[in-house]
């Protein structure tokens, strides 16, 4: 169980944190006899849905705080952190007018005395996983999302250390004592409300929703709040009209399909309403490993699109391969220049972990999507799924000798021997110290891969 990873945190028994409203529901007797006893007591007679015992815990500007933890004479400074793009910004700079991603130096004319940095990436994990112990203490209901941002389900803890803005305010007091970081909280009903919740509660804050009064509160924000609304559905949405999320909540799921596409529509409508059946989510095996990258405003020419897959297959089989895993199955996801999408898939007759087999099996997918048009992509994708443990390293039988997907060919056991040396350079000398060099050179000052790759590995 997570609880007991490092055995120096000895945590409560899971059954302590029975959600409420669940078949059978527990609590401890202050009376019983010795530990490990607990009586069933009468149910809550209010359904979990009804009561906000959901968080969403989110470090503020997180990789800007870190270099200001590590070095005091960054405090109270604009910080900058990232390389071409600025990927987080101190409120000191954010007060400057600087939100990333920003072009670094759009940002340096804003806020000229900012200190650029380049990031701290081993701290950021271990900081991370501290913060993140510090929330297990509170529930084992724990789903992580991000490198800085996790859900907490508390229905099963409140019994234990009292309301969910009681347990907001503590995380919060023991993550600024015990890592030194500021971190904000949002307490509501739904995942999707904590969000919203936390995100007004910046910077270090907490806020919690009232249930009786949610709908008032979500109604009278900007749409742009929204989990998912970007500025381009923020400018197609501004165009019709709509501003706040009261306003969108007003328009017709129909039209929102119609404004949008139905499946964004649908999604946004009921979200407008905070219908969000989302549960938070625990041990989440990772299914997929996957990996994508906007395109701006769009590329349609396969060489270039073939390029960014390339990169995507490094990023995703370098992730498999450090966690000795293999995969079937590789979905390419494209998105075209009118938000619209479509996706294509392959099972291949043995699990692959290879840079080059990803990139060859994804070549296809990739045309067949984009279509004999020829259309224009704004985002690609790729995602590997039926993962097995440590599928590329038995080496099968050598068939086919020019297969290059099949890691028991000769060509695809090559591909994978560069594959590890290139892993275990990086591993000494950073990620961008080796590469194809296709795809050290299609590099143009984006965002570091090291971001995205934190930003991935949740
Ligand atoms: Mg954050």
């Not at 200001?68 to 952190?81: D, I």
């Not at 936390?198 to 979500?218: F, I, N, R, Y």
Request: hydrophobic share 40%; glycine share 10%.
């Amino acid at each position: 169980m997570a609880w007991q990873r490092d055995g120096n945190c000895r945590a409560p028994d899971r059954r302590l944190f029975e959600p409420r409203g669940g078949r059978q529901m527990y609590n401890i007797a202050a009376q019983s006899p010795g530990p490990n006893k607990y009586v069933t007591t009468r149910r809550d007679t209010r359904s979990v849905g009804d009561i906000a015992n959901i968080l969403h815990a989110d470090l503020d500007a997180f990789y800007a705080s870190v270099e200001q933890l590590l070095n005091p004479a960054l405090r109270g400074k604009p910080v900058l952190v990232g390389g071409g793009v600025v990927v987080a910004a101190s409120y000191e700079a954010k007060a400057m007018g600087v939100s990333p991603p920003m072009n670094i130096r759009r940002a340096l004319a804003l806020c000229p005395r900012a200190v650029v940095v380049s990031g701290s990436f081993d701290q950021y994990l271990d900081l991370s996983r501290r913060v993140m112990d510090v929330c297990r203490d509170f529930t084992p209901y724990l789903e992580q999302i991000s490198i800085d941002e996790a859900f907490l389900d508390v229905s099963g803890s409140v019994h234990l250390f009292g309301p969910a803005a009681t347990i907001a305010g503590e995380i919060r007091r023991r993550v600024k004592q015990e890592v030194g970081l500021p971190i904000s909280v949002g307490v509501a009903r739904t995942k999707f409300l904590a969000k919203v919740a936390s995100g007004q509660a910046k910077p270090d804050g907490v806020l919690v929703v009232d249930p009786e009064t949610e709908t008032e509160w979500l109604h009278a924000l900007p749409v742009r709040v929204m989990w998912g609304v970007g500025p381009v559905t923020e400018a197609r949405l501004h165009s019709r009209g709509i501003v706040t999320i009261g306003q969108l909540a007003e328009a017709s799921e129909a039209s929102l399909a119609h404004w949008l596409g139905p499946g964004i529509g649908r999604h946004f409508h009921a979200l407008s309403w905070n219908r969000d059946p989302r549960s938070v989510v625990t041990e989440r095996r990772a299914g997929s490993v996957g990996a994508q990258s906007a395109l701006g405003r769009g590329h349609s020419d396969l060489e270039s699109l073939g390029q960014v897959l390339l990169r995507l297959a490094d990023r995703v089989s370098s992730r498999m391969r450090a966690k000795n895993r293999a995969g079937r199955t590789l979905t390419v996801r494209v998105r075209f220049d009118d938000m619209s999408r479509a996706s294509r898939a392959v099972t291949l007759p043995a699990a692959v972990a290879s840079t080059a087999a990803l990139h060859h099996a994804g070549l296809p997918l990739l045309a067949d999507a984009q279509g004999d048009a020829g259309r224009n992509l704004t985002l690609v994708g790729i995602a590997v799924s039926k993962l097995e443990v440590g599928g590329p390293l038995q080496l099968e039988l050598p068939f086919d000798d020019g297969d290059p997907i099949r890691a028991g060919s000769k060509i695809g056991a090559a591909h994978l021997l560069v594959d590890r040396k290139v892993d275990l350079a990086r591993d000494r000398f950073g990620r961008d110290a080796v590469g194809r060099a296709s795809v050290l050179l299609g590099k143009k000052g984006g965002m570091p891969d090291e971001f995205r790759e934190l930003a991935e590995k949740s």
